[in-house]
């Protein structure tokens, strides 16, 4: 099992920055990605930006110039900076670990921060 805990969630105005902190505890050696998701209410959650363990970063495209995704495994952590902030990026914010297993992909969840961008 996997804990992971975000921190760094807030109001900013539209244009402004923000920085999400995840720390990741329990079986670290199993994790192969870390990264976000994001939801708002009534829509599906989506994928943000992942870093995998081979370093291979994958950003959604409506972030992609804004939003920087890093890895400290030092700290078993994955932060976001997100530039540039529009209304549009309000949701809850969830960090995300995955381990690939033969049975298939096993996801740990945080239990999310909120981010509310104002116009």
């Known amino acids: 099992q996997v804990q992971l805990v975000e921190s760094g969630g807030g109001l900013v105005q539209a244009g402004g920055s923000l920085r999400l902190s995840c720390a990741a505890s329990?079986?670290?050696?199993?994790?192969?990605?870390m990264g976000w998701y994001r939801q708002t209410p009534g829509k599906q959650r989506e994928m943000v930006a992942l870093?995998?363990?081979?370093?291979?970063?994958n950003y959604a495209d409506s972030v992609k110039g804004r939003f920087i995704v890093s890895r400290d495994n030092a700290k078993n952590s994955v932060y976001l900076q997100m530039n540039g902030l529009k209304p549009d990026d309000t949701a809850t914010y969830y960090c995300?670990?995955?381990?690939?297993?033969?049975?298939?992909?096993?996801?740990?969840w945080g239990k999310g921060t909120l981010v509310t961008v104002s116009s």
């Open positions: 870093f995998t363990n081979g370093g291979t970063i």
């Open positions: 329990g079986s670290i050696g199993s994790i192969d990605a």
């Open positions: 995300n670990a995955y381990e690939i297993r033969w049975s298939g992909r096993i996801d740990y």
